[in-house]
């Protein structure tokens, strides 16, 4: 391999994480694997306590993927036809298709233009007769302003379900996110804060009755064997995502602060870069860097990109479209200029290399490859 490859900076790499851990991991797979526990199962138990307790809530039930426990969460909240949920544009699709899931209408306020989440007055001002729930994210790993959605919620009695698929472990004065509205749903999948060894969700609650309809629902909504009490599905978790989760977890919080660290160091080395908008952190302890995202020109972006990938910096767009202006939500009828601010971040977003095991070098090589593009 010429020594241009074998330096290269990868996006994420998920191989490092695991070597780190790796006897810690097999020593906790073995016994789903040799207990053949693939469903449930007390990995998914002990998982399910390990990550209310990091949590601050009651309840933790595992779910098999982030998209599955928004759609769970909304089911069990009775959010269906005829119902409106404001949510935003900016986000990856599974947040929208959860709503469209139980047949309620996503309805959709632009972004604050400094931390890229719902906008709480353009929230306010979409608030109409049927809306029934609020869905905000807290995106690339930062809260958003659940402050002031709480008390909106409050305000027009309306339910507040956090999609927190990017922020395991961030804090918003003293508590984790997740925990704040009447639900949060997380997402397991491999490239997030906290990863499974495949798909994998939860959906995390004070509410005793809630999580209970939830941990019926998820499997096949049975009251005891054989004995189906409402509409099911089959969202359960696997075990040995359980047991991956649980040794994962403990690690997370270093993790989120080598994440910050290096969040810092690229905040360093491309202050005053002339052509480029850093990423807004209002709150260092309400944000775990999921993702390093800055802002270039629209028309200079995919120049920028190419550039970056000729230096052995790989890089990313989350996300190029806003939801409502994707085919399949053509039928809402929204069109260019309905979003302004998210359009505008959405064409001019790239994401950087971001993950704990990344090197002071790399993150040295990525900074110089961007300042070098901009000279
Ligand atoms: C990843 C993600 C989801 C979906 O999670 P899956 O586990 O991939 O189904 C939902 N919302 C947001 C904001 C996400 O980033």
């Given at each position: 391999?010429?020594?241009?490859?074998?330096?290269?900076?990868?996006?994420?790499?998920?191989?490092?994480?695991?070597?780190?851990?790796?006897?810690?991991l097999?020593?906790?797979?073995?016994?789903?694997?040799?207990?053949?526990?693939?469903?449930?199962?007390?990995?998914?138990?002990?998982?399910?306590?390990?990550?209310?307790?990091?949590?601050?809530?009651?309840?933790?039930?595992?779910?098999?993927?982030?998209?599955?426990?928004?759609?769970?969460?909304?089911?069990?909240?009775?959010?269906?036809?005829?119902?409106?949920?404001?949510?935003?544009?900016?986000?990856?699709?599974?947040?929208?298709w959860?709503?469209?899931?139980?047949?309620?209408?996503?309805?959709?306020?632009?972004?604050?233009?400094?931390?890229?989440?719902?906008?709480?007055?353009?929230?306010?001002?979409?608030?109409?007769p049927?809306?029934?729930?609020?869905?905000?994210?807290?995106?690339?790993?930062?809260?958003?302003?659940?402050?002031?959605?709480?008390?909106?919620?409050?305000?027009?009695?309306?339910?507040?379900?956090?999609?927190?698929?990017?922020?395991?472990?961030?804090?918003?004065?003293?508590?984790?996110?997740?925990?704040?509205?009447?639900?949060?749903c997380?997402?397991?999948?491999?490239?997030?804060?906290?990863?499974?060894?495949?798909?994998?969700?939860?959906?995390?609650?004070?509410?005793?009755d809630?999580?209970?309809r939830?941990?019926?629902?998820r499997?096949?909504?049975?009251?005891?064997?054989?004995?189906?009490?409402?509409l099911?599905?089959?969202?359960?978790?696997?075990?040995?995502?359980?047991?991956?989760?649980?040794?994962?977890l403990?690690?997370?919080?270093?993790?989120?602060?080598?994440?910050?660290?290096?969040?810092?160091?690229?905040?360093?080395?491309?202050?005053?870069?002339?052509g480029?908008?850093?990423?807004?952190?209002?709150?260092?302890?309400?944000?775990?860097?999921?993702?390093?995202?800055?802002?270039?020109?629209?028309?200079?972006?995919?120049?920028f990109?190419?550039?970056?990938?000729?230096?052995?910096?790989?890089?990313?767009?989350?996300?190029?479209?806003?939801?409502?202006?994707?085919?399949?939500?053509?039928?809402?009828?929204?069109?260019?200029?309905d979003?302004?601010?998210?359009?505008?971040?959405?064409?001019?977003?790239?994401?950087?290399p971001?993950?704990?095991?990344l090197?002071?070098?790399?993150?040295?090589?990525?900074?110089?490859?961007?300042?070098?593009?901009?000279?």
């Open positions: 391999m010429p020594a241009t490859m074998t330096s290269t900076v990868p996006f994420l790499d998920i191989r490092a994480q695991n070597d780190s851990i790796w006897g810690e097999t020593e906790a797979l073995e016994p789903v694997m040799r207990g053949a526990q693939f469903i449930l199962g007390p990995a998914v138990a002990r998982f399910e306590e390990s990550f209310a307790e990091f949590l601050g809530v009651k309840h933790c039930v595992g779910i098999n993927s982030g998209t599955s426990a928004l759609h769970m969460a909304l089911q069990a909240l009775d959010v269906g036809p005829g119902d409106e949920v404001i949510t935003t544009p900016h986000t990856w699709i599974s947040t929208t959860a709503i469209s899931y139980v047949g309620a209408k996503p309805v959709y306020a632009d972004i604050d233009p400094a931390t890229y989440t719902l906008d709480p007055a353009l929230v306010e001002r979409a608030i109409t049927r809306t029934k729930a609020l869905l905000p994210v807290h995106l690339y790993g930062q809260a958003c302003d659940l402050k002031a959605l709480t008390e909106i919620a409050d305000k027009h009695d309306l339910l507040l379900i956090e999609d927190a698929a990017q922020a395991h472990g961030a804090r918003l004065d003293g508590r984790r996110v997740g925990s704040i509205g009447r639900a949060g997380f997402s397991f999948y491999p490239g997030k804060n906290l990863g499974a060894f495949g798909e994998g969700g939860a959906v995390t609650t004070d509410d005793e809630l999580a209970e939830i941990r019926r629902l499997d096949h909504a049975q009251q005891g064997r054989h004995h189906h009490v409402e099911g599905y089959n969202t359960r978790m696997e075990g040995i995502q359980g047991a991956v989760l649980d040794v994962k403990r690690h997370l919080d270093g993790w989120n602060c080598a994440r910050a660290g290096h969040a810092r160091r690229y905040g360093e080395l491309l202050a005053g870069v002339p480029i908008q850093l990423p807004a952190c209002p709150r260092p302890e309400g944000h775990v860097w999921h993702l390093f995202v800055i802002l270039v020109e629209a028309g200079e972006r995919e120049a990109r190419e550039h970056l990938n000729e230096q052995g910096v790989a890089s990313g767009i989350h996300y190029p479209t806003p939801v409502p202006l994707q085919p399949a939500y053509a039928q809402l009828g929204h069109k260019p200029g979003f302004p601010v998210a359009e505008d971040v959405m064409a001019r977003c790239v994401s950087l971001m993950f704990p095991e090197t002071e070098e790399q993150v040295e090589r990525v900074a110089a490859a961007v300042r070098d593009y901009f000279a």
